[in-house]
């Protein structure tokens, strides 16, 4: 490794990425991810909750249970997902050249896919592409790994993280793509996290599982869920620390790091959603229990008069409130504060007459929605953002 790479602000030590071009894109874009550790990591993942997964979920739930990985190779504009058997034998032909061109174990290579759903790989790009992708292994190319996941994104979504462990800096980063389908609990999104701390496998995925609980499951661009969803994280240790768990003094710095890598992550796929031109972040305190806080925070941030009101630079706290009292959570209206932005529009559940001043700060591209309940001591966030006409015209035609 030179000093270019040393210097590079995404490094990760002992990672190498590239991302090149397949064909399997028409625009000619890039399409071909891959990830590399130097040495097998730790791994943990977290997939889709929907009942039909995509092949490369299928494998990887398969190959997930041994808690060790090292490299995963990623393309986009083919999602590989209701394609049946030959699918998943695609799928399982990826990870077996890519690891015969690194020299590693097949059962240590992890594969994602996004794009359009239903249509075959096709195998003689992919399988003459992928020598390529691993002869341009770089330290320094993690920019071009998150490019080449990109489907309907309009920029790459990159976040890091140096955190002390002990004497040593340790390196958290990731990268993810998404945009639409994007609905709590997972979205059409994939995400991978690199990390040279040594953690052990099972606070790995629970640290990992915590991070996305706040980050990508309270993340809503509209009401769909797609067939791909994944998050990957490989810890390979290469910082040379003992080993984390859940016990160690290090794990709650660790926990931070990976939460804001996460998070950074959420808000920035909320920033690209399709046609979006507003980030929303919805707080909620106040309420009876998280789990209430949680139902209100996701009813607003999903609600389609909201996001339209807020497009539209309309303080229309009426669609917010209505949320609320749909939402199934325990509240009280005469107790409910609303306030956006700095804003409060709601005082005991009435109207304060500050539309104009409310109107004014939806000028910004960040808004931010606060409701406090005044019922108790549980809260809870949620990411969205604004619906605007350009949503329905980038979907309208989206396979065609």
Not at 21 to 43: H, P, Y
Not at 73 to 101: F, H, L, P, R, V
Not at 264 to 280: F, N, P
Request: aromatic residues 4%.
């Amino acid at each position: 490794m030179g000093k270019k790479s040393l210097n590079n602000r995404y490094y990760v030590p002992g990672f190498s990425f590239s991302g090149i071009s397949s064909g399997i894109k028409k625009s000619g874009a890039k399409d071909l991810a891959l990830i590399v550790s130097e040495q097998t990591a730790n791994i943990a993942g977290v997939f889709t909750t929907n009942r039909i997964k995509a092949a490369p979920v299928k494998l990887d739930i398969r190959r997930i249970k041994s808690g060790r990985g090292q490299a995963i190779i990623i393309n986009s504009g083919n999602a590989n997902a209701c394609t049946g058997e030959t699918g998943y034998k695609n799928a399982d032909e990826m990870t077996k050249i890519t690891s015969q061109e690194l020299g590693l174990p097949k059962n240590l290579v992890y594969i994602s896919s996004t794009g359009i759903i239903g249509r075959p790989l096709q195998m003689p790009k992919i399988i003459r592409a992928i020598p390529k992708a691993v002869k341009e292994l770089s330290p320094a190319s993690l920019e071009n790994a998150a490019s080449a996941i990109m489907t309907t994104d309009t920029f790459t979504k990159i976040a890091l993280r140096k955190i002390n462990i002990g004497n040593k800096t340790g390196t958290i980063a990731g990268i993810a793509k998404g945009a639409a389908m994007i609905c709590p609990n997972m979205a059409t999104m994939l995400s991978f996290i690199m990390t040279d701390v040594s953690v052990k496998p099972a606070d790995l995925d629970s640290s990992l599982r915590r991070a996305i609980s706040n980050s990508f499951n309270v993340l809503a661009v509209d009401n769909d869920m797609s067939t791909n969803d994944t998050v990957l994280i490989m810890a390979n240790g290469k910082l040379g620390n003992r080993e984390i768990s859940e016990k160690s003094s290090h794990y709650k710095k660790f926990v931070q790091g990976l939460n804001e890598v996460t998070y950074d992550l959420a808000r920035m796929i909320a920033a690209d959603g399709e046609g979006s031109t507003k980030v929303i972040e919805i707080v909620v305190q106040s309420a009876g229990s998280k789990t209430d806080a949680e139902k209100i925070a996701k009813s607003i941030a999903t609600s389609m008069l909201v996001k339209t009101a807020i497009y539209g630079e309309d303080p229309n706290w009426g669609r917010i409130i209505s949320a609320i009292g749909y939402s199934k959570a325990d509240v009280k209206e005469e107790r409910i504060d609303i306030y956006i932005n700095d804003i409060k529009v709601v005082g005991r559940g009435k109207g304060l007459n500050k539309s104009i001043a409310a109107q004014k700060s939806l000028s910004g591209k960040e808004i931010t929605i606060t409701v406090k309940l005044g019922v108790g001591k549980g809260s809870a966030k949620a990411i969205t953002c604004d619906l605007t006409e350009n949503y329905i015209k980038l979907n309208a035609h989206y396979t065609t």
